[in-house]
Antibody, heavy 120, light 110 residues
Framework: QLQLQESGPRLVKPSETLSLTCTVS??????????WGWIRQPPGKGLEWIGS???????YYNPSLKSRVTISVDTSKNQCSLRLNSVTAADTAVYYC????????????WGQGTLVTVSS | QSALTQPASVSGSPGQSITISCAGA?????????VSWYQQHPGKVPKLMIY???KRPSGVSNRFSGSKSGNTASLTISGLQAEDEADYYC??????????FGGGTKLTVL
């Protein structure tokens, strides 16, 4: 059974960089049929797509976050990672790692999510 | 990239049918048959209920169905059950490998 697990600091200071890693188990991240991405949900609010990456390293981002986001993939470790720069309190959210079937828009596997709080 | 528009809340009695709309634009919903719907119970991870407008993943009840007309997609739940009470989100492919979500709809089973 495919499993996605997010890991990383739960507390980040304003203006610093949020970094999370998603470890995929029970399947390979090096598949032609899926993207691996990040989706977030501020407390009490809706879902927001952050971006995704193909195993080849080609990445795609939400235009509203593009200037601050980097998603990378490490196929040797079966992991993908998220970096979000210059965070503010508005970036406080549950961050989900997710798998999206090509060509896109069918997010069929989700990690459990990790709450990241931006606070000094 | 504007979010898709969903009603904030809908409600229905057990056994009834309800429909949740998801209004987009010609750049997303209107141009691609890549609309999906997610169910999220409080404190839980979202679950894929419908993909590619009207397809159901294995294990999802056939009480859930999806459709699209123009720039608006819809999720219909028939034979409403108490366990269907949850938040529902639509999502659409928006071109150049990007996705956009709706704001979410809270379904209350009366």
């Amino acid at each position: 059974q495919l499993q996605l697990q997010e890991s990383g600091p739960r507390l980040v200071k304003p203006s610093e960089t949020l970094s999370l890693t998603c470890t995929v188990s029970g399947g390979s991240i090096s598949t032609t049929n899926y993207y691996w991405g990040w989706i977030r949900q501020p407390p009490g609010k809706g879902l927001e797509w952050i971006g995704s990456i193909y195993y080849s390293g080609r990445s795609y981002y939400n235009p509203s976050l593009k200037s601050r986001v980097t998603i990378s993939v490490d196929t040797s470790k079966n992991q993908c990672s998220l970096r979000l720069n210059s965070v503010t309190a508005a970036d406080t959210a549950v961050y989900y790692c997710a798998r999206d079937a090509v060509p896109g828009g069918s997010v069929d596997y989700w990690g459990q999510g990790t709450l990241v709080t931006v606070s000094s | 990239q504007s979010a898709l528009t969903q009603p904030a809340s809908v409600s229905g009695s057990p056994g009834q049918s309800i429909t949740i709309s998801c209004a987009g634009a010609s750049s997303n919903v209107g141009s691609y048959n890549l609309v999906s719907w997610y169910q999220q119970h409080p404190g839980k991870v979202p679950k894929l209920m419908i993909y590619e407008v009207g397809k159901r993943p294995s294990g999802v009840s056939n009480r859930f169905s999806g459709s699209k007309s123009g720039n608006t997609a819809s999720l219909t739940i028939s034979g409403l059950q108490a366990e269907d009470e949850a938040d529902y989100y639509c999502c659409s492919y928006a071109g150049t490998n990007t996705l956009v979500f709706g704001g979410g709809t809270k379904l209350t089973v009366l």
